[in-house]
């Protein structure tokens, strides 16, 4: 949307506004917005910013960046920023440099402002704060930006080969490696403040597993090409594509979106059932390209296991099962983690040999297990998917409307019903015998002993 800015245009409809509302434009925008921002809200938002360290590590930052302390004191300081993104998002009410505006002008009281450290010049306006929320949002984006692209505009291809070359030298490099640091450092100091407002008892319950996975942020803008050279078309000239399907990194294709990947870890119930005993709070946070995940997954296990957990479950999907064994299986074993995979069907059974054992989904057995028993959770796969296709069956045949079909395919219809019912039962009946099988491997399987090493290694007894 362009905004209106020719003063003749903007006193028309202010005339217009006052005619049909019978309030000014600013009246208006004063009535929308919050008037109340509830104290529990202000309190968290101001609480989790003090406690984190950023103030230490932004003012530390801040200062390495000046050339002197000369200059007039900001109307909006850095940690207040902080402070008012955090609020916008607990309210609800977006987190654009206009709501943030809104929040500063309408929302707040003079005693949170002055709480927050934040000036006025004597004339508000949500335009004049949408200037300044966003000069110092680019400020505080500056200090630890490890991709130091322009936001504003959108790079021609000149100007897009210039910035790629500046990259590629080496105190280029240095500098994204020092502001990666700093962004992690500053993300995650937010996210473990917010875990300690969790009441100790509840904290306690917790025993450290985790679930580590990706999801799909969406930007504002136009798809970049598919290449890393090609045509921008994204203020964010480095911003990826994804897709929904493989590893989501998008190759092109008109459904790819503008994005990038934010890689979470979720702590995780203790055992089967207790989803009642603690929430799942995000407790290691990072951001990345779609499908360029490589090394964060090992980065949030020794971040999490630094919170206090010595031993724990770590739960991921198929993207992790491809990395190099280097970048996330040799990690995890030598945090002394266990790991809990999502195999595709083909990759059930036998995986691995050595000597006399045998690598079966994942876990060590001796070499003369039965066949049957390596083979259980192929069958298991099986049954999973016929029993979504039969379930989909039913589905259908329930949510179908019938008026005007022929007998034919009415009765055609109701036969397949009748056989997804039969198989249904048959599979339940079926069940208990595979679970009773997966039992019995247990006798087979390798038993570890003591801890891992230091490299990574355990050592195992014969059952």
Known sequence: ??????????????????????????????????????????????????????LEMVGQWDTERRKSRAGKKAFLPLPALVVLYLLNAQMGVGVTYRELARTVTHRLSSAQRSALGIRSSGVESVDLWYSRI??????????????????????????????????????????????????????????????????????????????????????????????????????????????????????????????????????????????????????????????RLRGHAAAHMARHKALGFNHFTVVVDRAYNGEKIENFHLPAARLGLDVVFDYKQVDLGTQSLFEDLILVDGSWYVGWMPQALIDVTKEFRVIDREITDAKRVLYDAEHTVTQGTSPAALELGRNKERQAATHLKEIAETLPSLEERLKMREPYRMIPKGRRSVDGFQRFSYP
């Open 1 to 54: 949307m362009t905004k209106v800015k020719d003063p003749q245009a903007l006193a028309i409809l202010e005339q217009r506004m006052v005619a049909t509302f019978d309030v000014g434009y600013e009246e208006y925008i004063a009535g929308t917005a919050l008037h109340i921002i509830p104290t529990a809200y202000f309190n968290t938002s101001k609480k989790i910013v003090e406690t984190s360290g950023i």
């Open 134 to 291: 966003s000069e110092t949002s680019y400020r505080l984006i500056a200090l630890m930006n490890p991709r130091p692209t322009p936001l504003r505009k959108i790079l021609g291809d000149e100007a897009y080969r210039k910035l790629l070359e500046r990259m590629d030298t080496d105190s280029a490099r240095r500098l994204a490696e020092r502001n990666q640091v700093r962004i992690d450092q500053f993300c995650n100091a937010l996210v473990e403040a917010s875990l300690r407002q969790l009441p100790k008892d509840i904290w306690n319950r917790y025993t450290g597993n985790v679930a580590i996975d990706a999801t799909k942020v969406h930007i504002r803008g136009g798809l970049n090409s598919a290449s890393p050279v090609g045509r921008r078309s994204n203020p964010d000239s480095l911003a990826g594509r994804y897709r929904r399907e493989g590893n989501h990194d998008g190759l092109g294709a008109k459904t790819d979106a503008p994005a990038y990947e934010a890689e979470t870890s979720v702590m995780l119930w203790n055992g089967p059932g207790e989803n009642t005993l603690f929430p799942s709070l995000i407790t290691v946070i990072s951001c990345h390209n779609p499908g």
